[in-house]
């Protein structure tokens, strides 16, 4: 296996891997999330971020083929009345192909971020995860991570 950081080259190779997961989305809540309708559906998202100074995309490949990846951000909030500063990587996306899962790219991944957030001297890691995902949930315990903050929402 092999992690090398994302290019502006590989913004079609990350929207295929994003689809995935995207679709996983779009079947729970597709009030709320699009179903990708082809591998470069999220092209231009990718073009962007790939670019923006405060986010890095690793992708891991195994044998010449991207098997996943994960998008990360350095997420800075300033002191207020109410909290004190407060600065972490946000893993916003991961994922990794279905018929690749369970060959610990995952936590390759993870700990790809966790080196990363190691050089930008982080102290936190932090990621969101949709109810629905309870595989994805104990993925993360299992590597650490634990549950801190819950949302609710009310249909009207």
Same mark, same amino acid.
């Given at each position: ?59 891991? =490949? ?16 300033? =002191? ?5 500063? !407060? ?31 190691? =050089? !930008? ?21 299992? !590597? ?13």
């Amino acid at each position: 296996m092999n992690i090398r950081q994302a290019t502006p080259a590989d913004s079609l190779r990350l929207s295929s891997l994003c689809r995935d997961v995207q679709s996983l989305h779009a079947e729970h809540h597709p009030d709320i999330f699009k179903n990708p309708q082809s591998d470069d559906f999220a092209v231009a998202f990718f073009d962007e971020i790939l670019v923006d100074p405060i986010a890095r995309i690793f992708i891991l =490949e195994k044998n010449g083929q991207a098997l996943g990846y994960i998008l990360c951000k350095l997420m800075e909030r300033p =002191e207020s009345p109410f909290t004190f500063p !407060l600065r972490y990587l946000q893993i916003d996306q991961i994922s990794v192909r279905p018929e690749a899962r369970g060959q610990g790219i995952g936590g390759a991944l993870i700990k790809q971020a966790e080196r990363f957030a190691n =050089e !930008l001297d982080v102290q936190r890691i932090q990621l969101d995860s949709w109810d629905f995902n309870v595989r994805a949930h104990a993925f993360f315990e299992r !590597l650490g991570f634990q549950k801190f903050h819950f949302r609710f929402w009310k249909d009207l």
